[in-house]
């Protein structure tokens, strides 16, 4: 048997590579998401495609994609960027601002990726997906950014990637910024939609990693200082995620490290056992996050999660559903930064009598 031509080994790879991150997406979604603080600054290239592709996948499943679509969108993810390997290598780690002829010749390289793949790899389906990616990634929901075309992105992959995009390029460290920190970033991309970005897109994702990304280092009322794991499971997952602490009330590292749902309860009073004060950056931290996030730790059930609260508990099934996905709304609102509510009371649209 003649051997594999190099481009169909490689795409065959590829093409492993998301099978096994969708099977993730669907068996353990959670640590997939977890996967995403991970920083590599070895390989930037490489490493932001991959997050891109952890990200895009993650919100696709979150919308019901079936699994062969989750395949062709993390293939697609995965060679978005394609063309910035056809630029000059010296325009990709400049240690100054770019000029503008310089920003013009950088901004190319959507066109050049999707006539890379068009020119060797053919007009088949899932090519013309992959180019697609390529060229409208950058392309604005309000018709701008580049290449300019006056209109939106016209695919669903390209809109999709888009949001992944903007929000790992704002997490992670390139040569002249630092990355913002996750719940900062957030509010960056928040602030994008309906101009930059998908508010559709913006909504599902904020439904995805909620108001404080997994990674982001949170004080706690107690004193604690904890890492945002996931989405909590009571009725305000956006505000009160599940998080891993990492220190006493004192600021001494914990031995045994636990995760606590923020939306517990104490069981004879309606008071939250732990609150969120305020976020801090996770570069002081004495280690990675993800090495944290990673480790072994001990999973604490909720005493009293909100959502078995005695005023749900008296309602009828219909109500108690509807009360809880009232709680949901705020992801189909867009919110400038610092605007995100913390109660459902404050959302439009979301009045309750009694």
């Given at each position: 048997m003649p051997p594999l031509p190099l481009d169909v080994f490689l795409r065959r790879r590829q093409r492993?590579?998301?099978?096994?991150?969708?099977?993730?997406?669907?068996?353990?979604?959670?640590?997939?998401?977890?996967?995403?603080?991970v920083r590599d600054a070895t390989l930037?290239?490489?490493?932001?495609?991959?997050?891109?592709?952890?990200?895009?996948?993650?919100?696709?499943?979150?919308?019901?994609?079936?699994?062969r679509d989750l395949v062709r969108l993390g293939v697609c993810a995965l060679s978005h960027n394609i063309g910035e390997a056809l630029l000059p290598p010296e325009l990709l780690d400049l240690p100054r601002e770019p000029t503008e002829a310089e920003q013009a010749v950088a901004r190319q390289h959507p066109l050049l990726g999707m006539r890379h793949l068009l020119e060797h790899f053919g007009f088949e389906i899932p090519i013309v997906e992959r180019a697609l990616a390529s060229v409208e990634h950058h392309i604005h929901y309000d018709g701008h950014g580049y290449p300019e075309l006056g209109h939106a992105p016209a695919h669903i992959f390209s809109r999709i990637i888009a949001v992944a995009d903007v929000y790992n390029g704002l997490v992670r460290d390139v040569p002249l910024r630092v990355g913002y920190p996750p719940d900062q970033a957030m509010k960056l991309v928040n602030r994008r939609a309906t101009t930059q970005l998908d508010p559709f897109m913006v909504r599902q994702f904020l439904r995805l990693i909620g108001r404080y990304p997994p990674g982001t280092l949170v004080e706690l009322d107690s004193g604690e200082?904890?890492?945002?794991?996931?989405?909590?499971?009571?009725?305000?997952?956006?505000?009160?995620?599940?998080?891993?602490?990492?220190?006493?009330?004192?600021?001494?590292?914990?031995?045994?490290?636990?995760?606590?749902?923020?939306?517990?309860?104490h069981a004879?009073?309606?008071?939250?056992?732990?609150?969120?004060?305020?976020?801090?950056?996770?570069?002081?931290?004495?280690?990675?996050?993800?090495?944290?996030?990673?480790?072994?730790?001990?999973?604490?059930?909720?005493?009293?999660?909100?959502?078995?609260?005695?005023?749900?508990?008296?309602?009828?099934?219909?109500?108690?559903?509807?009360?809880?996905?009232?709680?949901?709304?705020?992801?189909?609102?867009?919110?400038?930064?610092?605007?995100?509510?913390?109660?459902?009371?404050?959302?439009?649209g979301t009045d309750e009598e009694g």
């Open positions: 492993s590579l998301v099978l096994k991150l969708v099977q993730m997406a669907e068996d353990t979604p959670e640590d997939l998401l977890i996967l995403t603080t930037p290239a490489v490493s932001h495609a991959l997050m891109v592709a952890m990200l895009a996948i993650s919100l696709a499943r979150l919308m019901d994609f079936r699994r200082y904890a890492l945002v794991v996931g989405p909590g499971g009571g009725l305000e997952p956006l505000t009160r995620p599940r998080v891993l602490v990492l220190t006493d009330s004192d600021g001494y590292e914990v031995e045994d490290l636990m995760t606590v749902d923020l939306g517990d309860r004879r009073r309606r008071a939250w056992k732990r609150t969120i004060v305020r976020t801090r950056d996770s570069r002081n931290l004495a280690a990675p996050v993800a090495r944290y996030l990673f480790a072994d730790r001990v999973e604490v059930e909720p005493e009293k999660l909100d959502i078995d609260d005695e005023s749900l508990r008296k309602r009828s099934d219909v109500d108690r559903r509807e009360a809880v996905a009232r709680r949901f709304v705020a992801t189909g609102q867009s919110f400038a930064p610092g605007e995100l509510p913390r109660d459902v009371r404050d959302i439009p």
